[in-house]
């Protein structure tokens, strides 16, 4: 058995799923308020990469690069992203608090399906090319033959926002009115939450997180368009739902055990069912545990 | 203090109160006894602006309040114990408690209130760090009563908080319900299926019936009340 093959694939399936991780977290966090599947959160991941490809477009025609120019990339579109985070939730689903359920999701498909479409316009259909932003970093050379710099970037940057992420919902202000929220609405709102704030919040917070998510990917791959939210927004409910929907850290564990388990399945049978790998898995995890990973329920006593 | 006026909440489109009329004075312990459904808990919600009443008015210290979001009425000092003690099941016990003045920015001040908390029931300081929803029914009682007072309402409302307790553990939730009236000078309403215990404790207490006041008078004249006894006393 080859070692350093496999290393060399879970190292790229972690990064892979540090991505997928980010996104999931935004379906995971507004699931756990409102119960819904947030299906334009792709689209929000897309539009800060592309956030990020016009404010680095422009920095590096004005001379500037490197890895400053990324987290001030990253930054910017992850104010944009939030911002659209929190009119997508005015907009197409704070009308429809307390109309059956099925509605804001149809809701939200057309949100998603608005978004895309608006950047196709607004921009191009067409892939544009993601400037290369991170530098070869000499301290990396005796593990270049395992993770990039770009890799590397990725991993220190999710570790940083999950961390970031892990403070905030446990001792902020807003971070405990969120669980209380999640943990019984009626409860939060006689305690003094003002839970539609609550809800803004959670959709400017998953909103973040997927533009830096969207920023990272787009520097590793290289190239972005439009449709990219697609693909990206599937894979990452998959891992939300994976590690237990509405669940904090098994988003993040989900994210994780999926991009290995495609990274593994494409390295050792064959990069074309890649996808197979992650839906097929996503099937056997909720025939063995309908829960998801982590999704058990916490015994109540009433 | 506070002073329903004619009423009228509903779900969806279902009635649930008919011009509900009723007074707390400052200080007292108002009890609304009634059997289940009668509406009890739909007066408490409308009170709090969680299901506010769609005709009628709602003052409280002579202000409009039925109008007002479920925030502002915590912010006035109307705080309320629900239904089922609705402890956040996966949050510590002091995080309970904490969430519980959430609205209040003083922090030696609330660190003050949870160890005067700590200090009245011991069993919550033991279990400080345990996850709310891991306690039994009694310390969970405890646990949101106390909560309800970290936001030092001047009105404290009291949804069926005997419900599901044994005989012990009731008879020592009143008698904090008392001291808590007694010590903190704050007003109670306390809405009871335990009619008995409640009039026990009451100043005066009102009955309801299909979302309706039919009685009103001071606890100890409705303990004797032939009517009552029959129905809620079992007498």
């Known amino acids: 058995m080859d070692f350093e093959y496999l290393f060399q694939l879970l190292c790229g399936g972690l990064v892979k799923g540090s991505i997928y991780a980010l996104i999931a977290l935004g379906y995971t966090m507004v699931y756990g308020i409102i119960q819904l599947i947030n299906f334009a959160h792709g689209e929000v991941y897309m539009i800060g990469a592309f956030v990020a490809l016009i404010i680095s477009g422009v920095a590096t025609l004005s001379g500037y690069s490197g890895l400053s120019v990324l987290i001030v990339a990253a930054v910017v579109a992850a104010i944009y992203a939030a911002a659209y985070g929190f009119t997508l939730e005015k907009i197409a689903y704070r009308p429809l608090r307390g109309a059956p359920r099925l509605s804001p999701l149809i809701s939200a498909i057309g949100a998603s399906i608005f978004l895309m479409n608006y950047v196709q316009l607004a921009q191009t259909p067409d892939f544009l090319p993601f400037p290369e932003l991170v530098p070869e970093f000499e301290f990396m050379e005796p593990l270049l033959q395992y993770v990039s710099s770009v890799d590397m970037v990725i991993l220190v940057m999710t570790a940083l926002t999950m961390v970031a992420l892990t403070v905030l919902i446990k001792y902020t202000k807003i971070g405990k ?28 917070i998953g909103s973040v997180l997927a533009a830096i998510g969207g920023v990272l990917i787009a520097s590793r791959t290289g190239q972005i368009n439009s449709a990219i939210g697609f693909m990206a927004g599937i894979k990452a409910f998959t891992a939300a739902v994976l590690g237990g929907i509405g669940n904090i850290p098994g988003a993040v564990l989900g994210g994780l055990v999926l991009g290995v388990a495609e990274t593994l399945g494409a390295g050792y049978i064959s990069s074309a069912y890649e996808d197979v790998f992650a839906f097929g898995l996503l099937v056997l995890i909720l025939i063995l545990r309908p829960a998801g990973l982590l999704g058990k329920a916490v015994k109540q006593k009433v | 203090m506070l002073e329903l006026r004619n009423i009228q909440t509903y779900y969806g489109n279902i009635q649930a109160l008919k011009n509900v009329s009723l007074t707390i004075n400052e200080g007292e312990i108002v ?22 009443p769609r005709h009628g008015e709602i003052l409280f210290r002579g202000q409009p309040v039925h109008r007002l979001s479920a925030e502002a009425i915590v912010t006035l000092g109307i705080c309320q114990v629900p239904e089922g003690r609705h402890i956040f099941p996966q949050m510590s016990v002091l995080e309970n408690l904490e969430m519980g003045a959430y609205l209040r920015n003083d922090k030696t001040g609330i660190k003050a209130d949870i160890e005067q908390v700590f200090g009245r029931f011991p069993i919550l300081e033991k279990r400080r760090n345990q996850a709310g929803g891991t ?19 001047s009105l404290l409302l009291l949804d069926e908080p005997s419900l599901g307790l044994a005989p012990l553990i009731i008879k020592q939730i009143f008698e904090i319900i008392k001291q808590i009236n007694a010590e903190n000078n704050t007003t109670v309403f306390l809405v009871e299926q335990n009619a008995n215990q409640a009039l026990k404790i009451a100043h005066r207490g009102y009955v309801m019936e299909n979302g309706a006041i039919t009685l009103e008078d001071k606890a100890e004249n409705l303990l004797s009340n032939e009517e009552v006894k029959k129905a809620y006393l079992g007498m």
Request: aromatic share 2%; net charge positive; proline share 3%.
């Open chain 1, 177 to 204: 009115a969120m669980r209380a929220t999640q943990q019984d609405q009626v409860m939060a709102r006689l305690v003094g939450i003002n839970v539609d704030r609550v809800i803004s919040a959670t959709f400017v």
């Open chain 2, 31 to 52: 009890t609304l006894i009634g059997a289940n459904g009668a509406g009890k808990s739909t007066t408490l919600m409308s009170i709090c602006g969680v299901n506010p």
């Open chain 2, 135 to 153: 306690l039994s029914g009694g310390e969970q009682q405890m646990l949101a009563i106390s909560r309800a007072l970290l936001a030092r309402p």
